[in-house]
């Protein structure tokens, strides 16, 4: 059956009502009582499914109490009817092949039946759904609630005075001179960012400082449902001096277009429309906007990136996102709503003030909110310090807190109905956390927030949803792929977090204990997903002994020190409707042991990660009840070997383990397995990886390859399930033996090898058999001694390489030294103009000294260059120093300096940076130079007895 879509807005609504068709139309042997009741659930559910969504689309100030009561518990009705449907279907999931299913269903069912069970259950839940309903009617809670007067919140800022302004200075400038070149085209500027950034403040600077003279000008705010024909009248009426304003009222949109466009087709405008939120709407306003190449402007501000591309298509377009305050801005709005400066600030307010603008991150909305917030406060330490702690609930009505949340509120409702489960589910991260993209699609899956029945296409929607988020500004990119496709990390901006985690708890979607403890009452609610973000403080064993664990769907655990609720942890797998157990982090004293995981076939994703107890660690024999399971993820952890059961995971997808894990034999039973990493070949026995070639789907591979071993076929089996997995990786990582690593590409032959991504350290120079991986985009490698001519010219030949990574290690001269980083005098590595022609990324580095040479032409479309290298590098080469000819990068725009400062004086560190800036300083693209400085923090290797482990490129 395809899985339906939960949602925030009506619980698991639309996934209950699914589910409950697909039990009709199964061939269960149901009871009359039981079938009867089911057909009645779907078609008063259904109904109440529509009146659900009809309130989800309105502010909790627009809905009647009594609405907003009826609400929820009708959405918790919804959960506990999938639990009921999930319960029963996992007692007909088990054991045997087709032959004999239907005599195990119906012996399952009478027992169920004769034990008070499905059809008993349903009469209850029947009465239940029949008593809200009837609630809806007597209350008339289907009728529409009254729309309010809606004030314009932004208004303040299109009238702000600029004496008022803080940080406005320096982007006002780099805008108006993206506006002013002497060209007399048409010219537009798209400025977006998050809700509170300051976008509109930003553009009426603009407006009011461009001094051209323009022969009209208009401003207009459009919001989130517009009315097109009245905001095309107010930029008529404002460019025409209201010559039109009584003929306006009766034209239609055509006609008011076409006036427009009349009017303007000769003159010199100047049109700043705000707040945009939909290309359709831009669409609309832009086709009464006539490019007349007579130097005319238009500035456009929106939330969404994707809304910011649609204003910008065209010769002369910008787009511009809206930064946050830097750390002195900050202070200084601050401090200036609060006080007159900084130096007005009472010295014991200063320390608390930087926690409360750490927690703003540059948001000025946010600054100027909680500035008011404690404007109207006695100022002493303890109130602020109270006031930090509970911003997330100082939402009194007409408060500031309460202004700026009903800003992010128009964000909230504008999203469809998918995009807000999505982003609340957002709340079971702790604040300032980087959040793995990948893994946030895969929790997104497992909690059926992502529709679908194919579980690839899935993923690849839910990678839609997140850039849909971030290009609504309600999600940051952290890190993105170094060819701008795809965001590999991010994060969520405090005060956004702030705002999700109210909503998500208010529906009782997300369960949160952080410093301040639970976020809400857990023992009179059902906890549906439980996140703990800190330390749980008090007897552990009373507060799960308390929660209601059986209606938890996911756990998800950040904190370190809890091993008490470790030690309960069994509980939780009892719990037939759990589906993902996400464990980051515990510190455990004694054992780490989960018990059986009895009947918890749900699950989908398990991970328990960076989890070393002082005293064993292992998983449950029974994994095989976990015939959903997709995801487990046990890296970094201190187990040794894995249950021989997990080879009957038939839909185990992802499996991470830690490279000194033994793994059983028969892993070619796990035919849907497509990620396997990290697999330590010394622990493994010959059939194991002989079983690996099996591995049909399989696509991503990392393994280490660090002894040779003894044992008698073991490195022929090595080569021959490498050399037939090969043909079908896109990724893969090795670490170790240099000597044999390669050996196997040599017995690939045909069409060159799908890989795309390699990472391989340990070698003494570049394989000629790189030189084969045609599809290469993204390569890491690391050498010992120094990299030759011929070598660099075998990665220089890779045609799609992006991002190149290259470690180069001292060799066997510097093991004699003292320093052995310092070790040996290395030529210089000349990059010259014939190769490299789609590299953007290039990261060196080095542990020796050393020098890069780039000719002109070279890497041409190089934008980001990374160098870490010890301080003394550039003394071998007079004035050319560390790196040659900078300047013939064309493209480049940022230049990342790691030094080692180790062995060498202030003036050479110092010396070293300076050279850097000053060549960065003359090129013509001016890159950023960032510089980071370190003390013994670099490896001391030794060839026999080191492997080298290639981190992730920060």
């Not at 092949?97 to 399952?108: D, E, I, Q, T």
């Not at 506006?179 to 403040?201: D, N």
């Not at 290395?826 to 590299?839: E, M, T």
Request: with cysteine; glycine share 6%; hydrophobic share 40%.
């Amino acid at each position: 059956m395809a899985e339906v879509m939960a949602s925030a807005a009506t619980g698991v609504m639309g996934s209950v009502i699914g589910k409950l068709t697909a039990m009709l139309g199964e061939k269960y042997q149901l009871a009359r009582g039981a079938e009867e009741g089911i057909c009645f659930l779907k078609e008063e559910l259904s109904t109440m499914d529509a009146v659900l969504q009809n309130l989800a689309e309105k502010d909790d100030d627009q809905i009647d109490p009594l609405a907003k009561d009826w609400r929820s518990k009708v959405r918790e009705l919804s959960y506990d009817i999938e639990d009921c449907i999930d319960r029963f279907r996992l007692n007909h999931s088990h054991g045997g092949s087709k032959a004999n299913f239907v005599r195990k269903a119906v012996r399952k069912v009478k027992i169920l039946l004769q034990d008070r069970g499905l059809a008993e259950e349903i009469q209850k839940l029947k009465s239940l759904v029949i008593e809200q309903s009837e609630r809806a009617k007597r209350y008339d809670i289907h009728a529409a609630s009254p729309q309010p007067v809606l004030l314009d919140l932004r208004a303040p800022a299109l009238f702000a005075e600029a004496r008022d302004l803080v940080g406005i200075d320096g982007p006002r400038k780099e805008i108006i001179e993206l506006l002013t070149c002497e060209e007399m085209q048409h010219k537009v500027v798209s400025i977006y960012g998050t809700a509170g950034q300051g976008k509109t403040t930003l553009a009426m600077e603009v407006y009011r400082k461009i001094t051209e003279a323009f022969d009209c000008r208009a401003f207009v705010s459009v919001s989130q449902t517009p009315d097109i024909k009245k905001l095309l009248r107010d930029i008529l009426s404002q460019i025409s001096n209201n010559q039109f304003d009584d003929q306006t009222e009766r034209w239609e949109m055509e006609q008011l277009i076409r006036n427009m466009r009349d009017y303007l087709i000769d003159k010199r405008y100047l049109i700043l429309i705000d707040d945009i939120w939909s290309v359709a709407a831009w669409e609309l306003i832009e086709s009464a906007l006539p490019r007349n190449d007579n130097g005319s402007i238009v500035i456009t501000t929106t939330r969404s990136k994707t809304v910011a591309k649609s204003c910008c298509a065209g010769i002369g377009a910008h787009m511009y996102e809206a930064q946050p305050l830097g750390d002195d801005d900050s202070q200084r709005l601050f401090f200036k709503r609060l006080f007159c400066s900084r130096e007005d600030c009472p010295q014991d307010l200063r320390e608390v003030s930087s926690d409360i603008l750490k927690k703003c991150g540059g948001l000025p909305l946010a600054i100027i909110s909680i500035a008011g917030l404690l404007a109207n406060k006695r100022q002493t330490v303890e109130v602020w310090v109270n006031t930090l702690k509970s911003i997330s609930a100082a939402v009194d009505k007409d408060s500031h807190i309460d202004k700026m949340k009903r800003i992010l509120l128009l964000s909230y409702f504008d999203l469809p109905r998918h995009l807000k489960s999505c982003l609340l589910y957002l709340s079971v991260f702790p604040e300032d956390y980087l959040i793995d993209c990948r893994e946030l699609i895969l929790l997104w899956v497992a909690e059926a927030l992502i529709p679908g029945e194919d579980r690839e296409s899935m993923e690849q929607l839910g990678r839609s949803y997140l850039n849909d988020l971030i290009n609504r500004s309600l999600v940051q990119p952290a890190k993105v792929e170094v060819d701008g496709s795809i965001v590999k990390t991010c994060r969520v901006h405090d005060v956004i977090l702030e705002f999700i985690v109210s909503k998500a708890v208010e529906d009782n979607f997300v369960t949160i204990w952080n410093r301040n403890g639970f976020s809400q009452n857990y023992t009179c609610n059902k906890i549906r997903r439980l996140s703990i973000q800190e330390d749980i403080s008090g007897p552990v064993e009373e507060m799960v002994k308390t929660i209601k664990h059986a209606h938890i769907r996911s756990i998800n655990i950040f904190s370190y020190n809890n091993s008490g609720l470790v030690k309960h942890a069994s509980k939780f797998l009892s719990n037939q409707v759990l589906r993902v157990l996400n464990i980051r982090g515990l510190r455990v004293d004694g054992e780490f042991y989960l018990g059986q995981v009895k009947r918890i076939s749900q699950m989908k994703y398990f991970g328990i990660i960076n989890i070393k107890p002082s005293r064993g660690c292992e998983l449950p024999e029974d994994l095989d009840k976990l015939q959903h399971l997709e995801t487990l993820d046990i890296s970094n952890t201190n187990i040794r070997t894995l249950p021989a059961s997990i080879i009957q995971l038939q839909r185990l997808v992802r499996l991470n383990v830690g490279s000194w894990v033994q793994l059983p034999d028969g892993i070619g039973n796990l035919q849907a397995l497509e990620e396997l990493s990290t697999i330590g070949l010394r622990f493994q026995s010959v059939k194991f990886i002989q079983g690996l070639s099996d591995l049909t789907n399989l696509k991503v591979l990392a393994i280490v390859w660090m002894y040779a071993t003894e044992v008698e076929g073991h490195e022929k089996a090595c080569i021959s399930s490498l050399t037939k997995l090969f043909t079908r990786l896109r990724q893969f990582s090795v670490e170790g033996r240099h000597d044999a690593t390669f050996s196997f590409i040599s017995l690939c032959v045909g069409t060159p090898p799908p890989l795309q991504r390699l990472v391989v350290g340990n070698l003494s120079a570049v394989p000629h058999q790189i030189s084969s991986l045609l599809n290469l985009t993204h390569l890491r490698i690391g050498l010992w001694d120094e990299v030759s001519q011929e070598g660099i010219n075998i990665l220089a030949s890779l045609p799609i390489l992006v991002s190149l990574t290259v470690f180069l290690f001292p060799g066997d001269e510097g093991e004699s030294s003292s320093l052995p980083i310092l070790g040996i005098f290395h030529p210089r590595h000349a990059i010259k103009s014939q190769g490299f022609q789609s590299l953007v990324k290039f990261s060196f580095r080095c542990w020796c000294e050393t020098a890069l040479e780039f000719e002109p032409g070279a890497m041409p479309k190089l934008q980001r260059l990374k160098l870490a290298v010890p301080a003394r590098c550039q003394f071998k080469y007079g004035d050319g120093g560390l790196v040659l000819w900078l300047q013939n990068l064309a493209g480049l725009k940022y230049v990342g300096l790691r030094i080692n400062c180790d062995a060498a004086t202030s003036d050479e560190v110092n010396s070293l940076e300076d050279g850097i800036r000053g060549v960065a300083g003359v090129h013509h693209n001016r890159p950023i130079v960032q510089v980071e400085k370190m003390h013994q923090q670099w490896m001391v290797c030794k060839r026999n007895i080191t492997t080298m482990i290639i981190p992730e490129e920060p």
